[in-house]
């Protein structure tokens, strides 16, 4: 007799995100929902952009893109986040189910303010590790509980992550999500993103080729 398979979050907890609201989004990609999630217990605000059926039996495509003001809206070349959330929701796109979790964690947790303030340590030579430390900052004070949350909320169990960070994939698991697969989401890039790449390879272990 097969064993039932394990309930989806593993204990039930009380969430400490709550939905505000789900609009529909057409984009430039294809047509997305759009939903709004506040935290019960920080300022924090998330947006979920998904489209399809979330069915807790079925691995989804998914990705946690933590915001990055200068990649994502100025289309800046420092990094490679906008091109990251591009090809992201091209993939939900094509798959025709997923969703992305973008939370408000600017600079690995640190803000946009001090993010600038850590760029201008850059442009004196830090790389991007050595510029949070000059800053007083943990190299990623991102936490990912509350993204997991929301994708049990969404009626998410099974995932398919759409990552180069292992720290991602150990949080989503250790909150109770499955994690069938890593989906790598490297893109080709050139100075100065790819010294940043190189810095998040060698000194934060992202897996990238």
């Known amino acids: 007799m097969l064993e039932p398979e394990p309930k989806c979050p593993p204990e039930p907890e009380p969430l400490t995100v709550e939905h505000i609201a789900t609009a529909k989004l057409p984009t430039a990609i294809g047509e997305f929902l759009i939903s709004g999630y506040r935290s019960t217990n920080s300022n924090e605000e998330f947006v979920v952009l998904h489209k399809g059926e979330m069915r807790p039996d079925i691995p989804t495509l998914v990705r946690i893109h933590s915001q990055c003001l200068t990649g994502d809206v100025f289309g800046s070349v420092k990094c490679d986040c906008g091109p990251q959330l591009e090809q992201a929701m091209r993939m939900i796109e094509a798959e025709g189910r997923g969703a992305i979790v973008y939370q408000q964690q600017e ?9 600038i303030r850590a760029y ?3 442009d004196e030579g830090a790389d991007t590790v050595e510029a949070n430390e000059k800053l007083g900052f943990a190299v990623d ?3 990912y509980r509350q993204c997991a949350e929301i994708l049990f909320d969404l009626g998410l169990c099974k995932v398919r992550v759409m990552s180069n960070n292992p720290d991602k994939l150990k ?3 250790e909150a109770g999500l499955n994690v069938v697969e890593r989906i790598p989401i490297e893109i080709d890039t050139q100075e100065p993103a790819a010294h940043y790449l190189r810095t998040k390879k060698e000194k934060l272990g992202h897996l990238l080729s």
Not at 107 to 115: A, C, E, L, Q, Y
Request: glycine share 16%; no cysteine; net charge positive.
């Open 107 to 115: 600079g690995r947790g640190i803000g946009i303010i001090n993010k």
């Open 120 to 122: 201008a340590l850059q």
């Open 141 to 143: 004070a991102r936490s």
């Open 171 to 173: 949080a989503l698991e």
